[in-house]
């Protein structure tokens, strides 16, 4: 069983940026597609973004050419870049691992974080 633990949520301005982190414990997630979604208040969760094993990333509509997803194996720890933050950004931004597919579908994730809070103001 791994752990997942996000951290770098924060309240910024408009336009700010943030990077979040996903530290993984417990199990290498080496083999994992990692993914990162999100849920704004009064809303589902929703996909954000991907990254396969490979480190090819994927990314929703909303948040494409704005935010990037990579990982680092050696420090089994996710990213979340984030650039240009709008208001609709704000949202508990959650990461999880799926250890048997490609990360494609939300309900293949058998691991989550906790969630770490995003908000932004105009």
């Known amino acids: 069983q791994v752990q997942l633990v996000e951290s770098g949520g924060a309240s910024v301005q408009a336009g700010d940026s943030l990077r979040l982190s996903c530290a993984a414990s417990?199990?290498?997630?080496?083999?994992?597609?990692m993914g990162w979604f999100r849920q704004g208040p009064g809303k589902e969760r929703e996909f954000v973004a991907r990254v396969r094993r490979s480190g090819d990333s994927y990314y929703a509509d909303s948040v494409r050419g704005r935010f990037t997803c990579s990982r680092d194996n050696i420090k089994n720890t996710v990213y979340l870049q984030m650039n240009s933050l709008k208001p609709e950004d704000s949202a508990v931004y959650y990461c999880?691992?799926?250890?048997?597919?490609?990360?494609?579908?939300?309900?293949?994730?058998?691991?989550w974080g906790q969630g770490t809070q995003v908000t932004v103001s105009s």
């Open positions: 999880a691992a799926d250890f048997l597919g490609s990360g494609l579908y939300e309900r293949d994730y058998d691991s």
């Open positions: 417990g199990r290498t997630i080496r083999n994992a597609a």
